[in-house]
């Protein structure tokens, strides 16, 4: 039987385009999309219950084809949604499995949208700064959520409103995270900490003292989601929403925490010995890193510099001997 060696080799090229298909939450390079919906009766509408818009996600593939999805869009959010606090609030994208097949939504329900909240450009230096906490966060913790930064253009329907462009990023969805990282989800609150796993306790206590963060409490599952992995000894908490951190330095910060103070994050509870030393060794080997990240961003030189000064502090506490005697059994 002879083979035509054209063919298969178109055969063999059109299986390897395919396998190499954009995957979301699998590079650092950004994707662009376009979402077109009614953004002014979105705007204009105050609903007091989440209401879900037809809209559209558009991107080209790996080929440059334009593919088109359909979706559902929605608010989200609590002081972002105010329409006094934020011109565009937060948003989430729902697909339905029918239309994604063969899209890089494929296999996704949900998933959370993070961009500018007003057209001041203090607000897209937050979302680049938020979406640093995330990298960083998955840099120095196996327990910790994806991210996948997008360009954005908002396309207005009704044509009321002129097209508008933001940076921002998409959040692996909860179920994803958790079979990722996991076995289940636990929403029991007031979990001790003594339940939780050790390691990842530690990592996720350093990692908001890294960032200056006060919006949080595990006691309370508050920008907190806790999953159960039955191959890892105790709890593992996963942090999310960070804008509120010192590190992003958002617009709405000081409106939102007032003058509360960077609370202790350990809260008394000493964790083993052995334990710090091995997590801050490793979260010492991974700074060049952590600066790499900040550098190579896309923040203007004077807030690289500034975010430098911050992980700077934090190292330095790292190396302070009453600093590890506080936190070590």
Same mark, same amino acid.
């Given at each position: 039987m002879?083979i035509?060696?054209?063919?298969? $080799?178109?055969?063999?090229?059109?299986?390897?385009?395919?396998g190499?298909e954009?995957?979301?939450f699998?590079s650092e390079?950004?994707?662009?999309l376009t979402?077109?919906?009614?953004?002014?009766?979105?705007?204009?509408?105050?609903e007091?219950e989440?209401?879900?818009?037809?809209?559209?996600?558009i991107?080209?593939?790996?080929?440059?084809k334009?593919?088109?999805?359909?979706?559902e869009?929605?608010?989200?959010?609590?002081?972002?949604?105010?329409?006094?606090n934020c011109?565009l609030?937060?948003?989430?994208?729902? $697909?339905?499995?029918?239309n994604?097949?063969?899209t890089?939504?494929?296999?996704y329900k949900?998933?959370?949208v993070?961009?500018?909240?007003?057209?001041?450009?203090?607000?897209?230096?937050?979302?680049?700064?938020?979406?640093l906490?995330y990298?960083?966060?998955?840099?120095l913790?196996p327990?910790?959520?994806?991210?996948?930064?997008v360009?954005?253009?908002?396309?207005?329907?009704?044509?009321?409103?002129?097209?508008? $462009?933001?940076?921002?990023?998409?959040?692996e969805p909860?179920?994803?995270?958790?079979?990722?990282?996991?076995d289940r989800?636990?929403?029991?609150?007031?979990?001790?900490?003594?339940?939780?796993?050790?390691?990842?306790?530690l990592?996720?206590?350093?990692?908001?003292?890294l960032?200056?963060?006060t919006?949080?409490?595990?006691?309370?599952?508050?920008n907190?989601?806790?999953?159960?992995?039955?191959?890892?000894?105790?709890f593992?908490p996963?942090?999310y929403?960070?804008?509120?951190?010192?590190?992003?330095?958002a617009?709405?910060?000081?409106?939102?925490?007032?003058?509360?103070?960077?609370?202790?994050?350990?809260?008394?509870?000493?964790?083993?010995?052995?334990?710090?030393?091995?997590?801050?060794?490793?979260?010492?080997?991974k700074?060049?890193?952590?600066?790499?990240?900040?550098?190579?961003?896309?923040?203007?030189?004077?807030?690289?510099?500034?975010l430098?000064?911050?992980?700077?502090?934090?190292?330095?506490?790292?190396?302070d001997?009453?600093?590890i005697?506080?936190?070590?059994?």
């Amino acid at each position: 039987m002879r083979i035509n060696i054209s063919i298969l $080799f178109v055969i063999i090229s059109f299986q390897f385009c395919n396998g190499q298909e954009m995957e979301l939450f699998s590079s650092e390079d950004p994707i662009n999309l376009t979402i077109k919906w009614n953004i002014n009766r979105f705007l204009n509408k105050n609903e007091k219950e989440a209401k879900r818009y037809s809209t559209v996600v558009i991107y080209n593939d790996t080929v440059g084809k334009r593919v088109k999805v359909k979706a559902e869009i929605e608010k989200r959010g609590n002081f972002r949604r105010n329409p006094e606090n934020c011109s565009l609030p937060p948003i989430s994208l729902h $697909f339905n499995k029918k239309n994604t097949s063969s899209t890089i939504f494929d296999g996704y329900k949900k998933i959370k949208v993070v961009s500018r909240c007003d057209l001041q450009n203090e607000y897209l230096v937050a979302v680049k700064k938020e979406l640093l906490c995330y990298k960083i966060n998955e840099l120095l913790n196996p327990y910790s959520y994806k991210t996948q930064a997008v360009n954005i253009e908002y396309i207005d329907r009704s044509g009321n409103l002129g097209p508008m $462009f933001s940076f921002g990023f998409l959040i692996e969805p909860k179920k994803h995270m958790v079979k990722r990282i996991g076995d289940r989800e636990c929403k029991d609150k007031a979990i001790p900490y003594s339940q939780f796993n050790q390691d990842a306790l530690l990592r996720f206590f350093l990692f908001q003292h890294l960032i200056g963060n006060t919006d949080w409490m595990i006691q309370d599952n508050h920008n907190v989601k806790i999953v159960e992995n039955d191959s890892v000894n105790g709890f593992i908490p996963v942090a999310y929403d960070m804008d509120l951190a010192y590190f992003c330095k958002a617009p709405y910060l000081s409106k939102v925490i007032g003058d509360k103070e960077l609370p202790m994050a350990f809260g008394g509870i000493p964790i083993q010995g052995t334990i710090v030393q091995s997590v801050v060794n490793d979260i010492i080997d991974k700074r060049s890193q952590i600066e790499l990240l900040i550098s190579n961003s896309l923040l203007m030189n004077d807030q690289k510099q500034e975010l430098l000064n911050m992980i700077d502090d934090f190292y330095q506490n790292l190396i302070d001997p009453e600093f590890i005697k506080m936190i070590s059994k």
